[in-house]
């Protein structure tokens, strides 16, 4: 047979194989319809979003994906069906710091897929507030990076708000040099968010030692003040190249190859139990001797593995301080249960930021 015949045989089946792709997506979408109409009919105010199913649905299908494709590009496109579907029931308004182009962007759309409305706003505050005040049903903030820690804003920022953990997004942060000089030896200034420019602290020092380094609001708006400016460069992600017509010299400049930011999605509620949760919240200890060792027995004596503890000044008096901690597990079950009773008696504070599922992407 020849070569035209058996591509001719393949593309056929690719064709009739498209068309049973279309038929089930729009079958699926129909039930979407049928999902939003029956909850329409039983609670007059539904919460479409859950996040705890959508978990169950990706974890399951990268357990049955047979390949070619890897377990993270199918759960990729099967996050973009949910997001079309979900759309058809009620589209959601995501608030992340902006302006357009912004590595929290990038972590929305991972998160919650393109068929959301993404909003933009110029601080982690600003978000928080929006949110509470109803303007977008969720917002994504950064709370730490692999390589520079904590992002201490959003962790203030819990102190006082009533909102909820309801998920967490990790993204993997690649930074490039981005301007509109020609070369390297034109740039006179650098303009990046300071976590982002703390994150190529090294490369800089080696290849631009000389150039002033301006830390922004956000990598997006580096990006634009570079383009207004041609001795300067901006450290952004690929997408603020694309937007503000940048020309990339030199990609990838982070220090640690692996740098990752790890995103939380904020709303009024958290998530019901999903199988593979975890828990944050901020916990305070008398001022007397072995005061934390007695809060973090109560993880231990459950069995209850810690992931994070970060502390922050708590504002109420001088070397005051409270804790940020993040366990494995969801505040419904039994052994967390058990560990958050003690633990308010044993505290000054014990607040439950939430409970979600662990990031699936």
């Known amino acids: 047979m020849s070569e035209e015949h058996d591509l001719g045989q393949i593309r056929r089946r690719i064709d009739a194989i498209d068309a049973d792709l279309l038929r089930l997506i729009s079958e699926r979408a129909a039930c979407a319809q049928e999902v939003a109409k029956i909850k329409d009919e039983n609670d007059p105010g539904p919460h479409y979003y859950r996040p705890e199913r959508e978990a169950e649905i990706l974890r399951r299908i990268k357990a049955r994906n047979p390949g070619p494709l890897d377990d993270e590009e199918v759960a990729r496109l099967f996050r973009e069906i949910m997001s079309a579907c979900l759309a058809l029931e009620k589209p959601l308004s995501v608030g992340y710091l902006g302006p357009e182009g912004t590595f929290t962007q990038a972590a929305v759309l991972k998160h919650f897929g393109h068929s959301v409305r993404t909003l933009p706003f110029g601080t982690i505050g600003d978000i928080f507030r929006e949110v509470e005040a109803g303007s977008c049903n969720f917002g994504v903030v950064p709370v730490e990076n692999s390589t520079e820690g904590v992002v201490n804003h959003t962790l203030d920022m ?153 502390s922050r000044p708590s504002r109420q008096g001088v070397w005051d301080y409270v804790f940020f901690v993040d366990i494995c597990g969801h505040r419904d079950d039994v052994a967390v249960g058990e560990a958050l009773a003690k633990l308010k008696d044993a505290a000054n504070l014990c607040k439950v930021l939430g409970s979600y599922p662990e990031a699936v992407l």
């Open 158 to 310: 819990f102190m006082s708000s009533p909102l909820r953990i309801a998920g967490e997004v990790t993204l993997r942060i690649h930074h490039h040099l981005m301007t509109k000089a020609a070369e390297l030896g034109a740039v006179q200034r650098v303009f990046s968010h300071q976590q982002s420019l703390a994150q190529c602290r090294g490369w800089l020092d080696r290849h631009l030692p000389n150039a002033e380094r301006v830390p922004v609001g956000s990598n997006a708006e580096a990006a634009k003040l570079a383009s207004q400016s041609p001795d300067s460069a901006a450290v952004a992600g690929e997408a603020a190249a694309e937007l503000y017509d940048l020309r990339i010299l030199a990609d990838r400049i982070e220090d640690e190859p692996g740098n990752t930011t790890r995103f939380l999605v904020i709303g009024p509620k958290d998530a019901p139990v999903s199988g593979r949760d975890k828990t944050s919240m901020l916990l305070s200890c008398r001022n007397e001797a072995g005061g934390l060792h007695r809060l973090l027995t109560a993880f231990a004596d459950q069995g209850i593995s810690m992931t994070r503890i970060e």
